[in-house]
């Protein structure tokens, strides 16, 4: 779309979002001029009251056609794009799945195996990884579960701090809800015993 097109748009759009902000002193107007631009929704009028509004000002303008194919245009770039990418995103899954297939060949009983792994910028597929590089692979993913365990007992520790302030004050700020539980004495709690 030319930049006049493009300009032209987003000014009609703007003036009718604003007109629209009105929708009671516009809503008359509108339905005067017949169910086609009707903003109840109903079954014979348009569903879209700024595209309505949009549409009558570019056509005051003499602009609507040219919009309305670069529009076009635009839409069926947007929708071949999304198709290409619908049926790259297939075939990827379909590559993993004979992936994952061949795999569980080679590597019976290890089902949640990666296909592949990260080397350098690219990947390399799991069965044409070399011993050194799985070993370098797997002590990286061993130091992130520990962060990733360790990170999720921090937080179940904290929660288990917080948690009697969720009936209290719900919308308290969790800062000021720690510092008032660490400032609580610790309840003592009796084993075994009433």
Partial sequence: MDAK???????KIQIAQEELKGHRAVKVPLEDQGPQTSLDRDREGPQNPLYEMVHKKLRKARLWQAVQMALAEEGFEMYLRKLERRQGAEAARKEI??????QLTLFPG?????VRIRRGSGFVKFPETSVSQFLAYESKYQARAVKNHRT???????AEKVQMFAEIDPDLALAEAFGRAQGQPAKLRLVGGE
């Avoid at 799945?97 to 061949?102: E, K, L, T």
């Avoid at 290890?110 to 990666?114: H, T």
């Avoid at 999720?152 to 904290?158: I, K, T, V, Y």
């Fill in 5 to 11: 097109l493009k300009d032209a748009l987003i000014d």
């Fill in 97 to 102: 799945s004979a992936a994952r297939a061949q």
């Fill in 110 to 114: 290890f089902e949640s195996l990666p």
């Fill in 152 to 158: 999720a007992e921090e937080l179940h520790r904290l």
